[in-house]
């Protein structure tokens, strides 16, 4: 229990820290606080008194002013003040320009690719991330470890090292591009090449949303399927995959969000090429070194409106799995 | 006899394509990386990583790092215990707002800064009237950094104190105990392994971070080059052992990043296991 870890925990003030008399030690916290607890457990006050009692500290704590006007300030400088900048530039072009820019062929193709990719590769890796998930939850293995550990390289790999490690290994004579390529399958500096680098990216998002849930899966409801005559392939469509499909969801969903404005990993091993494999972030850029601002700019924000109702959604696929998790 | 047989075969089965897969997307460009760079030996590895527009390039990406990761702690800390431990209108929306950089594209989110504090932004005539320099320049690609790692302390250390309530706190400070003391010897102990994950993450993303700062740094070699950007720059110019012994060193941070990520779990739930084992 949480509780009792605190009162575990805590220590009494060391020596050289001068305590006024009236002071507390944090052991006599820990003991108020178990009496507390035990004053407020639902089964020994009534609703009522348990309510006021909750009610009335609230705002005991001290920090509550400081600390939340010191957040707003700092998300204010360097989130609010700059996302604005971005959406007042891009309203300052005026809508025809706005409308031009975003509706010329290659901007659409731009976005067809990051989109189309970025969907492609949140499919795939819902298949390897379910399947990594699965194999480290029930398997034991040599190096299940190891792998366990390894799921979470492409999040703390920088996304250059992964765009050039990825692009050595499918070039035309890289390890795995030199069987690749004979047999017709192009992978460096092709759309294919983009759509690996996002299955790279994203699958830690996929695998770490759905291992919890394996984890916590109710064995029991596998084996009574089973013994009740069911296949293991009807155990799993009927049984398993039911209860894991709003974790797939939600991480299919954030590697998805990743994969749409990835950048650094993509640009190596894409190739580039403008209407063909030019993601839109790379357009973004390629935009601002013409000093083209203002395509820049609506191009940006377009983007930004779709990540801001890609990450909305997430929030509620999120609360909903939340919610699940608790029932 | 023959389900448990079949059993046996699709888990083996299960286990070998599992392998593939993390054979080829995660072990392989872990292990071309190290190979290309060490491929013409020693030697030139280490003058790689040696020559100077290098050595600047790392003492740069620290240098970042010791300014974004920091700010961002503190902005974590503070804005964890205003949201977890107080109710107060918008308090959702905020938590929804702290994900935002995630949400933004790193190229989106060194854009923003040009906008603002670049030659024709916002503060771009005042800023070149008074001659500071931020966009191609350090404190661009601070700001940058800054933002991309926003969320990274926060969105850890909400939820952890979210779950642990405001009983403790509100025990100690109402037995007359101060607001930092409470939090220094009541909530830290609770969340610090949180705390340092979060830490961890947010400063391999600072010292990894592309995107935004490829926008904002102008390329400037020794100047305003961080190690991934000199690695763009050595890829470019067709100088692989060079590119990939630079790269090397973000592939052992991005390993020791995720030895301390392992061994932090590890420490986190031997913590719960003995909060179980003292339950009364």
């Not at chain 2, 040696?50 to 050595?55: D, G, I, K, Q, S």
């Not at chain 2, 707002?97 to 771009?124: E, K, Q, R, T």
């Not at chain 2, 966009?135 to 926003?150: D, E, Q, R, W």
């Not at chain 2, 037995?175 to 009541?186: I, S, T």
């Amino acid at each position: 229990m949480a509780r009792s870890e605190a009162a575990l925990r805590v220590t009494p003030a060391p020596a050289g820290v001068p305590a006024p008399h009236e002071a507390p030690t944090a052991a006599d916290a820990a003991i108020a606080l178990r009496s507390r607890r035990v004053s407020t457990e639902p089964h020994t006050a009534s609703p009522s008194l348990a309510a006021s009692a909750r009610r009335k500290p609230r705002r005991v704590l001290p920090g509550f002013r400081s600390t939340l006007a010191y957040t707003l300030a700092y998300a204010g400088l360097i989130v609010l003040l700059p996302l604005s900048a971005l959406v007042l530039k891009a309203a300052t072009g005026g809508p025809a320009v706005f409308v031009e820019v975003v509706t010329s062929p290659r901007v659409l193709a731009a976005f067809r690719l990051s989109f189309g990719a970025a969907a492609l590769a949140a499919a795939l890796n819902a298949a390897f991330g379910l399947l990594l998930a699965w194999v480290l939850t029930r398997y034991r293995f040599p190096g299940r470890r190891l792998i366990d550990a390894l799921v979470d390289l492409p999040i703390a790999l920088p996304t250059a090292v992964a765009g050039i490690a990825l692009t050595a290994l499918f070039a035309p004579k890289g390890w795995l591009g030199q069987w690749l390529v004979p047999l017709g399958l192009e992978v460096a500096f092709t759309w294919v090449g983009i759509v690996v680098a996002l299955v790279f990216v994203g699958l830690p998002f996929v695998v770490r949303t759905v291992q919890p849930v394996l984890e916590g899966f109710e064995r029991a409801q596998e084996e009574a399927a089973a013994s009740l005559g069911a296949t293991p392939w009807q155990v799993f469509f009927r049984v398993t995959l039911p209860s894991v499909t709003p974790a797939l969801l939600t991480g299919c969903a954030l590697a998805f969000a990743r994969g749409v404005g990835e950048y650094g990993s993509v640009i190596f091993i894409a190739g580039n090429m403008p209407m063909k494999t030019e993601i839109v972030p790379l357009l973004i850029v390629t935009k601002l070194e013409q000093y083209d601002y203002a395509g820049a700019t609506a191009v940006a924000v377009v983007m930004l409106a779709l990540s801001f109702v890609l990450l909305l959604g997430i929030n509620v696929l999120q609360n909903r799995l939340a919610r699940r998790g608790s029932a | 006899m023959s389900a448990v047989a079949q059993r046996g075969a699709g888990r083996l089965l299960l286990i070998a394509a599992a392998l593939v897969f993390v054979a080829v997307f995660l072990v392989a460009p872990l292990a071309i990386v190290f190979t290309t760079a060490l491929s013409a030996g020693f030697g030139p590895y280490l003058a790689a990583i040696r020559e100077r527009e290098a050595l600047a390039a790392l003492q740069l990406t620290l240098t970042v790092a010791a300014i974004a990761v920091p700010a961002n702690l503190v902005f974590g800390v503070a804005a964890s215990w205003a949201i977890a431990k107080f109710e107060f209108p918008g308090r959702q929306a905020l938590v929804t707002f702290i994900d935002l950089p995630f949400a933004v594209s790193p190229v989106i989110s060194g854009l923003v800064y040009v906008l603002l504090f670049g030659a024709h932004g916002w503060f771009g005539p005042w800023l070149a009237e008074h001659e500071i320099r931020v966009i191609f320049a350090v404190p661009g690609i601070v700001l940058a950094t800054t933002f991309v790692t926003f969320p990274f302390v926060a969105r850890e250390l909400i939820p952890l104190m979210q779950a642990q309530g405001r009983d403790d706190e509100e025990a100690a400070t109402s037995l007359g105990a101060g607001g930092w003391q409470v939090f220094r010897r009541v909530t830290l102990p609770n969340v610090k392994w949180g705390l340092l994950y979060g830490v961890i993450l947010c400063t391999a993303r600072a010292m990894g971070e592309f995107g935004a700062v490829s926008v904002v740094s102008g390329h400037i070699r020794g100047k305003t080059n961080t190690l991934p950007l000199h690695v763009e720059i050595l890829y470019n110019e067709y100088n692989a052992v060079a590119a990939f012994a630079v790269a090397s060193l973000l592939a052992l941070l991005a390993l020791a990043t995720l030895a301390v990520k392992t061994w932090v779990e590890h420490r986190a739930a031997a913590d719960r296991v003995a909060a179980q084992g003292a339950r009364p």
